[in-house]
């Protein structure tokens, strides 16, 4: 069974910075490829940011590029979040994803049904 957990979140002013960890737990031979999205209150989940298992591309949801930067610790299974400049829209928890499986472009990822494994989530507020 893979363990999904999240921290890092926080309250922080308009402007501000935070970043988030995500490990996943499992079998140590798979490395997995991670994703972040977000939910705020009465909205859809959305698509943040994801990152292959090698750690070798990235891709990102509308307006997060230039802001947010995803990372990987190599084939480990320890992803980030880094959030900058951050605004009170984006205010939502913040849940991290992860997936054995390999998809031909990045972009696949964008999608939640591409992962299996979910963490519970970390509430980040930014405040005005």
């Known amino acids: 069974q893979v363990q999904v957990v999240e921290s890092g979140g926080g309250l922080v002013q308009t402007g501000g910075s935070l970043r988030l960890s995500c490990a996943a737990s499992?079998?140590?031979?798979?490395?997995?490829?991670m994703g972040w999205f977000r939910q705020a209150p009465g909205k859809e989940r959305e698509f943040v940011a994801a990152?292959?298992?090698?750690?070798?591309?990235?891709h990102y949801g509308d307006s997060k590029k230039g802001r947010f930067t995803i990372s990987k610790d190599g084939v480990k299974n320890t992803v980030y979040l880094q959030m900058n400049s951050l605004k009170p829209e984006d205010t939502a928890i913040y849940y991290c994803?992860?997936?054995?499986?390999?998809?031909?472009?990045?972009?696949?990822?964008?999608?939640?049904?591409?992962?299996?494994?979910w963490g519970a989530g970390t509430q980040v507020t930014v405040s005005s």
């Open positions: 994803a992860v997936t054995p499986s390999r998809y031909t472009s990045v972009t696949s990822y964008s999608a939640s049904t591409a992962f299996d494994y």
């Open positions: 499992g079998p140590t031979f798979i490395s997995y490829s």
């Open positions: 990152i292959t298992w090698e750690g070798s591309a990235t």
